[in-house]
């Protein structure tokens, strides 16, 4: 690579869903991108060895598959063409301890396997004349300048053969082999001090089972998720989802140090067992499972501060898990990524393929200001269950306060939905919640007193009174000054590149 030094050429670790969007990326402001994977190249959509977590439930957000339309157009129709789930008949149903919500299908929606999404993108990323792929090759450590200010490529080896490695030059390396990334090692070893990382140490474990979905409910059910009540000491929650091959895929997770069997008598008990709903266990009766439940545990997420290195070395980028791996259970990790390679796309543009000094550094602050609200929102929930600790160079504000400002939310948006939904209207202002959570809207639309006092609407004024003052117990602040000063301001992040604000994308 970079022969010709007129040329310029990005080498990408990792070819999943990060590494695949960062190429996609690249191929328009670099002359070759060189994709280096540790797996053999698939031949069919499949779990992946290099990706354990593969064959659990994934799902992307509707604001990622928004991202990864503008990158690859049609995308979405592609996945349709291989086989991912949409029906305008299917309902995406919600379930928690404050009721129950119908979402119909309105036709563009669509359910799918991690393994369907990654081939489909492998395939729009391999037809990019400029774009190849190594595979079953690792990279062992980076290649710097002799003053190691600058990285200039890396150092690989075909995986599994410990003497023979080679070198491979480049302008950019963008590491993106997520979870199991060697990126401090790699940056220790050239001398560079790391700053302390955020820590949420969750003991998160989840369990997955797939089942042949019965011929006469087909079209029924897209999605049913449950989430059990802080009252059972623990979370425990169930989703079943319909993907491609009339497969649905199931799945129990848990946050706090309670892991979901993997027996499959245990996991068929933990189904009917769930607190909130049986709705899981009465789906699957009779289905035929296709697999034994595989079970999948994480003991802390991690938010890498890499943008607090000073002089970080030109020429290195980092996105993805690699930079940052959020709690699985609420299924923002694919979105995330999306988020932060569309920021990549934004920067290189603004850059007209000239990066400046300091404009990977600038790239990784942008990155953190993007994903900051998932982390926030991620962390505030799974404080909620015993156990988990949030460690770190900055702590978490008003946890206590903030889980009951959520509780709230989800119980007055619960009930006021479904009151709408009886009715045959829907109020935007309900569903704002949810948006929030879904990335689409910044905290604040739903954290202020306007959407405090319409939460409250429908209560009396004694049990209006009684809430705000459990909400508000030890604070003497004005509320409205109180619900301003508790959430961090997250406003540039929901400024989105590529021309779309949060409120067109929600609207859409």
Not at 235 to 260: H, M, Q
Not at 280 to 303: N, T
Not at 450 to 476: R, V
Request: with cysteine; proline share 6%.
């Amino acid at each position: 690579m970079n022969n010709n030094t007129s040329e310029k050429s990005a080498l990408v670790i990792g070819a999943g869903i990060a590494g695949l969007m960062a190429a996609r990326v690249l191929s328009e402001h670099y002359d070759t991108v060189v994709v280096i994977e540790r797996d053999s190249k698939p031949e069919q959509p499949g779990t992946r060895a290099g990706v354990p977590q593969s064959f659990h439930l994934h799902q992307v957000l509707p604001r990622g598959e928004m991202i990864l339309e503008r990158f690859f157009p049609g995308f979405l129709a592609d996945l349709l063409a291989l086989g991912a789930f949409s029906t305008p008949n299917a309902t995406a149903t919600m379930i928690n301890r404050y009721g129950t919500l119908a979402f119909p299908g309105d036709g563009r929606a669509m359910t799918y396997s991690r393994a369907l999404l990654e081939w489909a993108m492998r395939q729009r990323v391999q037809a990019i004349p400029n774009v190849r792929f190594l595979y079953h090759q690792e990279v062992i450590g980076l290649e710097s300048s002799s003053d190691r200010t600058t990285i200039t490529g890396v150092h690989i080896r075909e995986r599994g053969q410990l003497e023979h490695r080679a070198t491979l030059s480049a302008d950019l390396v963008v590491e993106t082999s997520g979870r199991s990334s060697r990126l401090p090692s790699w940056l220790t070893a050239l001398g560079y001090e790391l700053p302390e990382d955020e820590r949420i140490k969750a003991n998160i474990g989840y369990t997955t089972r797939n089942y042949k979905v019965p011929a006469n409910r087909g079209e029924n059910v897209a999605v049913i998720v449950v989430e059990a009540s802080p009252a059972t000491g623990h979370f425990t929650g169930g989703v079943l989802k319909r993907i491609e091959n009339d497969i649905w895929t199931v799945c129990l997770a848990s946050v706090g140090g309670y892991y979901p069997p993997t027996d499959p008598a245990e996991f068929e008990a933990g189904l009917r067992s769930l607190p909130t709903s049986p709705a899981l266990a009465d789906m699957l009766q009779g289905a035929e499972p296709l697999s034994e439940p595989r079970g999948y545990r994480i003991p802390e997420c991690i938010r890498h501060h890499y943008e607090r290195i000073e002089e970080w070395p030109s020429g290195l980028l980092v996105l993805g898990d690699a930079l940052c791996h959020f709690d699985p259970v609420y299924g923002q990790g694919m979105t995330l990524a999306a988020i932060e390679v569309e920021t990549l796309a934004a920067g290189l543009s603004e850059q007209q393929g000239q990066p400046q000094h300091g404009f990977e550094r600038r790239m990784l602050q942008q990155m953190q200001e993007a994903i900051a609200p998932a982390w926030w929102r991620s962390s505030i929930e799974d404080l909620l269950w015993p156990g988990v600790v949030h460690n770190g160079p900055d702590a978490i504000q008003n946890v206590p306060l903030l889980h009951k400002y959520f509780d709230l939310c989800l119980k007055q948006s619960t009930r006021q939905l479904e009151q709408s939904q009886r009715q045959g209207d829907f109020d935007m202002l309900y569903f704002k919640y949810f948006l929030m959570n879904w990335l689409f809207i910044a905290p604040r639309e739903v954290i202020n007193t306007d959407m405090l006092n319409a939460l409250l609407a429908s209560e009396t004024p004694a049990s209006k009174q009684a809430i705000l003052a459990d909400l508000f117990a030890g604070y003497d602040q004005p509320i409205e000054t109180l619900l301003a000063e508790i959430v961090p301001d997250f406003s540039l992040t929901f400024e989105m590149p590529g021309g779309f604000t949060s409120d067109e994308e929600a609207a859409s």
